[in-house]
């Protein structure tokens, strides 16, 4: 808190201090004026200093009547220090006769920000007070408050113990490099106020933040109860003003104040556990058959997560959120499982059709866990589970393309995931996945491209060849002399890896004949230097 001087006032000369308009309300209370009011009443002051602009002539016929210097108002001076008497001046004419107006010479006007302000206020019944607080601010700013000694007593554990220290009579309190004189002016006001929290409901939150701290400063408890009160009630409109509440309402801990009630809005006493949270919320979501308000969600929770995985404190409950991810992922596999079963029996279309729609849902959960794996770099289980399918697999085949080809989008995510460096399976498991699942990808090709919104050709071409290419060369030469099989006879409706197909013949032909080339020159070169 800026330092504060207590003295006893000296016989106040006539000074010049501009009040401000005061309401005094059945409680005794003054109304603080706004801050445009405030900023308007401190700059009229400054009125005076303006520059007047040339009166036009006059005609030579006609004479105006001069007005005596003497008669205008003295100008307000800025006050010194906690002083009360201030300096005047006045300017007198050298030759005042009738005819042209003759004005003084002005002396040069100082700069706006030199020019001290002055602001009286008083609080309660006027003519009553018997102590003053002066509030010293930059650029010259200087705000008098007349109060009531037995007000700060009862509201003010701070003044009460500075005044404490001093001599009955009339004080004079002096609060230099105060930053803000508005929230001090407030917040003495609402010392002079019965009902509190029905004055802070006008106010914002950042304000009353500002109010709180003053509050603090000043040992007004009962002001930090009624703005505690409040925090507790109000909405926090984003994350910045949450930080900012909880920053203070932190602090206010620390100096042993009850803070709890507004803490529980941030913070629980019941101790569920993280995993079975995150478990209930998949659940929902995943169970949803409504498919607008899925996808919403499902991409709000994946935002979250995301934001979570940047926070160097989340590292510690990474492992619950993967292993709840996994369980739901074992779930999906389950079920669609059951539903490839239920497809692959000899029943009519009206029958068939919720299992179809189901088996679509399915999918795209699945797609959607995997997902949220790949943005937390754990989706190398996943890959070796999807890889292990072999039953589902071979259901996948006798399923009409129509009820299956969502499934096989999820193969092709993680073939993406592969070649990009996002997960990293074993090598038994990047060959087995392309064992069990790239003939129906292939199959199933032709509907992901017109049946997917977001299947992307090009991006899954260069995946899968990518993968194919991380393989040993044998697995490489198998895989794509299969493709290029499917390839020639299904055309557009296969994937093309051809870029891949051109690195393996590279690898196959190319470079063995560039070994030999070097043996055979090698050898050359050692029977030369024989001879």
């Given amino acids: 808190m800026a330092e504060i001087g207590v003295r006893k006032v000296e016989e106040q000369g006539q000074t010049k201090i501009r009040n401000v308009p005061i309401a005094v309300t059945p ?6 004026p706004a801050p ?11 009125a005076p200093n303006k520059p007047k602009s040339s009166s036009p002539p006059l005609k030579s016929n006609v004479q105006k009547k001069q007005i005596p210097l003497t008669e205008k108002k003295p100008a ?6 906690a002083s009360t008497s201030d300096d005047q001046r006045s300017f007198t004419p050298d030759d005042p006769g009738v005819g042209a107006p003759i004005f003084p010479k002005r002396p040069p006007m100082p700069k706006v920000e030199h020019v001290p302000r002055k602001v009286a206020i008083e609080f309660g019944e006027p003519g009553t007070s018997d102590m003053e607080v002066i509030l010293l601010g930059k650029h010259g700013y200087c705000v008098k408050l007349s109060v009531h000694k037995k007000v700060f007593l009862e509201n003010s554990s701070f003044f009460t113990e500075k005044l404490s220290q001093q001599e009955p009579g009339l004080f004079c309190l002096e609060i230099d490099d105060c930053k803000d004189a508005e929230i001090y002016i407030e917040t003495v006001g609402l010392m002079y106020c019965k009902e509190m929290k029905q004055r802070l409901i006008k106010q914002s939150v950042s304000r009353v933040l500002y109010i709180l701290k003053v509050a603090e400063l000043l040992g007004f408890n009962s002001c930090i109860l009624s703005c505690l009160e409040y925090l507790e009630a109000v909405p926090w409109v984003d994350k910045e003003e949450e930080e900012k509440v909880v920053s203070s309402v932190l602090r206010l801990q620390g100096e042993g104040i009850e803070v709890t009630p507004v803490l529980k809005r941030i913070s629980s006493d019941v101790s569920n556990s993280p995993r079975d949270t995150i478990l209930h919320i998949m659940e929902l979501v995943l169970k949803n058959n409504e498919e607008r308000s899925r996808r919403e969600m499902k991409s709000m929770v994946l935002k979250l997560l995301r934001e979570n995985n940047s926070l160097p404190s989340y590292a510690d409950s990474a492992d619950v959120v993967n292993k709840t991810v996994y369980i739901s992922c074992r779930n999906c596999l389950d079920s669609l499982l059951s539903l490839f079963k239920q497809a692959a029996e000899p029943e009519s279309m009206d029958t068939k059709e919720p299992v179809v729609k189901q088996i679509a849902l399915d999918a795209d959960n699945l797609s ?13 289980g996943f890959a070796r589970i999807w890889a292990t399918q072999q039953e589902l697999a071979t259901l996948h085949s006798k399923l009409p393309i129509v009820s299956r080809y969502h499934v096989s989008n999820i193969t092709a995510r993680l073939f993406v995931g592969i070649g990009k460096g996002e997960l990293l399976p074993v090598k038994d498991t990047r060959r087995l996945l392309f064992q ?7 199959n199933d090709y032709s509907w992901l491209q017109h049946g997917c919104r977001s299947f992307d050709r090009k991006v899954v071409e260069e995946g899968i060849g990518r993968t194919i290419l991380t393989l040993p060369l044998e697995d490489q030469q198998s895989i794509l002399l299969a493709w290029l099989d499917s390839f020639l006879k299904a055309g557009d409706n296969c994937p093309n890896l ?14 063995p004949y560039a070994d030999v080339q070097a043996e055979v020159l090698q050898s050359d070169n050692s029977m030369t230097s024989k001879q």
Wanted: positive net charge.
């Fill in 36 to 46: 445009v009011v405030f900023q308007k009443t401190l700059k009229s002051q400054n």
């Fill in 27 to 32: 409680e005794g209370f003054w109304c603080c």
């Fill in 368 to 380: 959607w866990l995997l997902e949220i794996l790949a943005d937390r770099q754990a989706a190398d």
């Fill in 498 to 511: 051809q870029r891949a197909f051109e690195v393996w013949w590279r690898r196959t032909f190319i470079r």
């Fill in 76 to 81: 307000i001076t800025p006050i010194r220090s």
């Fill in 436 to 442: 069990t699942w790239l003939q129906p990808l292939i």
